[in-house]
């Protein structure tokens, strides 16, 4: 069995859960607008810098928007919202996504995945492929899924790098927390072990330098989380 960190949640940390809790269920709904800061904090009985930096952060997370001189309004989070706004939404659905969300995040990392062992197939040296090999024995040698976690992304993140293109490592890291919880979620139901065997399967084909194979075992693996044995939602 493993226990998870204990930590207290500041005020902040606080207002920022209830007001994005109450626009995710409808309370607050899009385009409405909140009342003034000297309110809110009177209800909640905080001060306004609470209030005033819970606004920012909600702001930054695509809930709202905030107009000087006109108001704070509930953003239309759903079209223009961010990846941090989709993390607060796994967080407030309990680290779980619906059916359709987890579709289009795996179908994004089929296409980073492909183009980053295309390119490193073609154009890594040995030297850098090689270098994989440390992370995969963290992955192997990884005691809590916590730390399986953790390692399969680092893994994955050091192909990203060793591509060569400048921006999938920068997408890679964007899509972490997205990334980690649903294979957390894989491992609780499957064991970190097929986990490990996924990360096995792409490196042996990086290592033969077959990029076909690379992505036969990228689109195997996927599949299989979609529609397969391995199915995550």
Request: hydrophobic content about 40%.
């Amino acid at each position: 069995m493993e226990f998870q960190k204990l930590s207290a949640i500041s005020l902040k940390e606080m207002f920022i859960r209830q007001i994005r809790d109450l626009i995710l269920s409808g309370q607050m709904p899009v385009g409405s607008r909140l009342p003034s800061e000297r309110e809110i904090a009177r209800q909640m009985q905080v001060s306004r810098a609470v209030v005033n930096s819970g606004f920012s952060e909600l702001e930054k997370q695509g809930f709202l928007e905030v107009h000087p001189r006109q108001g704070v309004f509930v953003a239309d989070y759903g079209k223009n919202g961010n990846i941090n706004t989709l993390n607060a939404i796994m967080e407030y659905h309990g680290d779980t996504l619906g059916q359709s969300e987890i579709y289009s995040i795996i179908e994004v990392r089929r296409a980073l995945e492909h183009l980053a062992t295309d390119s490193i197939v073609k154009n890594s040296s040995n030297e850098d492929i090689l270098g994989l090999e440390g992370l995969l024995e963290e992955v192997a040698a990884a005691k809590t899924i916590e730390d399986t976690v953790l390692a399969t992304f680092s893994f994955h993140h050091k192909l990203s790098v060793i591509s060569g293109n400048s921006i999938i490592p920068l997408i890679y890291i964007s899509f972490k927390p997205v990334v980690t919880q649903l294979w957390k979620r894989f491992c609780l139901k499957y064991g970190k072990e097929a986990l490990y065997d996924s990360v096995l399967c792409l490196y042996k084909c990086i290592k033969e330098r077959d990029a076909l194979a690379a992505r036969k075992c990228t689109d195997k693996q996927l599949n299989e989380a979609l529609e397969g044995g391995h199915q995550i939602f």
